[in-house]
């Protein structure tokens, strides 16, 4: 079973929208929670990435919110672009194992 | 600079057939990886490995076989391929591991494996 569960599968976003992905992790030990991003064909690349003694990062037009009481972190992706189509990968690591969740496949649609 | 490469991008077997995929990293990374990729179960880990000479099983490694003879090498050996393999490698590296180090994961553009 995954450590991490992403949501939702998909989502469909008009161009100048705001994407909100979901993660949830149940490892306490997990230390870094990056977010990838991955276009067909391509191996996935770091968009942005957060560690547990803060609460949010901002990047450009990417926000990660993180609430470590609740084991949760979101990516939060802002005035969404066409180009922002692509599927996104949450994970959780901790000495040398990332657990990825399952991806979210979004759309932004012109 | 090349990064992550991969070797070969596709590739057809049948059951019981053996292979090796191939990964090197220009980046004097100690941290090499393999993942398989299938819809709806993100990238799995399969093994990893934390320097030459040490490797360890990641969460699906029954089935492969991995090495790690030099810094830049990491192949993973599929011994008798079954069509639950069917699926796609991404071989990844990293700068550094282990609590407060964890860095980035650079990944390779994946192997493409049907088995039949």
């Known amino acids: 079973q995954q450590q991490v569960k992403q949501s939702p599968q998909s989502l469909i976003v008009q161009k100048g929208g705001i994407s909100i992905i979901n993660c949830a992790y149940e490892?306490?030990?997990?230390?870094?929670f990056p977010w990838y991003q991955q276009f067909p064909g391509k191996g996935p690349a770091l968009l942005i990435a957060i560690r547990p003694d803060v609460s949010e990062k901002k990047e450009g037009r990417f926000t990660i919110s993180f609430n470590k009481s609740a084991k949760q972190f979101s990516l939060h992706i802002m005035d969404s672009q066409p180009g922002d189509s692509a599927t996104y990968f949450c994970a959780a690591s901790g000495w040398g194992k990332f657990q990825f969740g399952a991806g979210t496949q979004v759309v932004v649609t012109p | 600079n090349a990064g992550v490469t991969q070797t070969p991008k596709f590739q057809v077997l049948k059951t019981g057939q053996s292979m090796t995929l191939q990964c090197a990293q220009d980046?004097?990374?100690?941290?090499m990886s393999w993942y398989r990729q299938d819809p709806g179960m993100g990238l799995r880990l399969i093994h990893y490995s934390v320097g030459a000479g040490i490797t360890d099983q990641g969460e699906v490694p029954n089935g492969y076989n991995v090495s790690r003879s030099t810094t830049e090498d990491f192949p993973l050996r599929l011994l008798s391929a079954a069509p639950s393999q069917t699926s796609v490698y991404f071989c990844a590296s990293s700068y550094s591991w282990g609590t407060g180090g964890t860095g980035e994961l650079f990944f390779g553009e994946g192997s493409r494996l049907t088995v039949l």
């Open positions: 980046m004097n990374h100690e941290y």
């Open positions: 490892n306490t030990a997990f230390d870094y």
